[in-house]
């Protein structure tokens, strides 16, 4: 069965998605509406090119030489679980061909009586997990959808030994308050996986695409979190005060 999916658009020589140098795959569609999303044109599944599995990784594959022992391929979005078994079909195809995988994803799909996330579990080697707020009122307002899920996949995650990085988007007086940053570092001190905590200071850089769609921009006038809230955050966190 030739498994196709939605593509937003590739990136050959990613840094930021994953350890080393990494071919990232952003597909098509995404269910939240994050206030800071900075890829608006990437929410509706209807867009996109299609492409199969097989083109995709074959396409991944020509960058192979300049992975090195760290690299390989991350996929990002949208939201890649909206496309699961195009994405379980990709990571398989890399795998046989010894490619490191990593999923960059915010794990809102995820229900646990899905057989398929076992699949998903076998064949990923990272998930980069955007973890947006720790409060489940606050998750809503901020993201449309609901903490639930994301909080279950990072536990099942951990539970199959899945490594994770965790980034947190630090939004002045929406994402960096005390409390909530401790009730997150309270979860995370329970898992068993979690190689990494990320702070990401906020960036108003996809403000100008929201124009260009005829969008309004939900945080406009939003100015990016100071140095010292971003090391809070980070001091919070993870216990360290380098960013």
């Keep these: 069965m030739r498994v196709t999916g939605k593509i937003h658009s590739f990136e050959s020589f990613g840094t930021v998605d994953g350890p080393g140098i990494r071919f990232v795959v952003f597909l ?83 229900r646990e009586e899905d057989a398929r996330y076992e699949e998903l579990a076998r064949v990923t080697d990272l998930v980069l997990l955007d973890i947006k707020h720790a409060d489940e009122e606050a998750h809503r307002a901020l993201t449309g959808g609901s903490g639930l899920a994301p909080r279950a996949f990072t536990q099942f995650l951990s539970d199959r030994g899945v490594p994770m990085w965790i980034r947190h988007v630090l939004v002045p007086d929406i994402t960096d308050d005390d409390e909530a940053l401790a009730r997150l570092r309270a979860f995370l001190n329970i898992l068993n996986t ?40 980070q001091r919070i966190l993870t216990g360290k005060t380098t960013v």
């Design 194 to 233: 979690v190689e990494k905590v990320e702070v990401l200071p906020y960036h108003s850089m996809g403000e100008v695409k929201y124009e260009k769609l005829g969008l309004d921009y939900p945080l406009h006038g939003t100015l990016p979190p100071t140095q010292e809230r971003v090391l809070n955050a």
């Design 28 to 110: 098509q569609g995404c269910p939240l509406r994050c206030l800071y999303c900075h890829n608006p044109d990437s929410r509706p599944l209807a867009g996109g090119k299609e492409m199969s599995a097989e083109e995709v990784a074959n396409e991944a594959l020509k960058y192979r030489a300049y992975f090195g022992d760290k690299g390989g391929v991350t996929v990002s979005g949208g939201e890649p679980l909206v496309q699961l078994d195009f994405l379980i079909e990709l990571f398989t195809l890399l795998k046989r061909e010894g490619v490191h995988t990593c999923l960059d994803t915010s794990g809102i799909c995820f």
